[in-house]
């Protein structure tokens, strides 16, 4: 049993609650996903897809996009590769 309420414990070294950092970070997330065209809604009121129709529904703010260019990947490699075989790589 802890005779310390956690809040003066806390205070000292400045740490915020555990779920109030991870609603956050959640809500900040799925935020992010949606400006970014990566969230679908599958269930809407189940399940992850509830923290963004919350968020939204908090504050309209959050219904609005962000100017945020989408990354593109582009993976092709731009550089080739020679292999030599062993009688090319002695040395004259």
Known sequence: MLTT???AVEAPICLPQLDLV????????????WSLGCWSYLHPNRGHSSILIRLQQSHPLFSMGVDVLRPAFNLEPT???????????TVQ
Not at 22 to 33: D, W
Not at 79 to 89: A, G, I, P, Q, S
Request: aromatic residues 4%.
């Open 79 to 89: 550089y080739k590769v020679n292999m030599l075989k062993r009688e090319e790589l």
């Open 22 to 33: 991870v609603q956050k970070e959640a809500r900040s997330a799925s935020h992010r996903l």
């Open 5 to 7: 309420p956690t809040t």
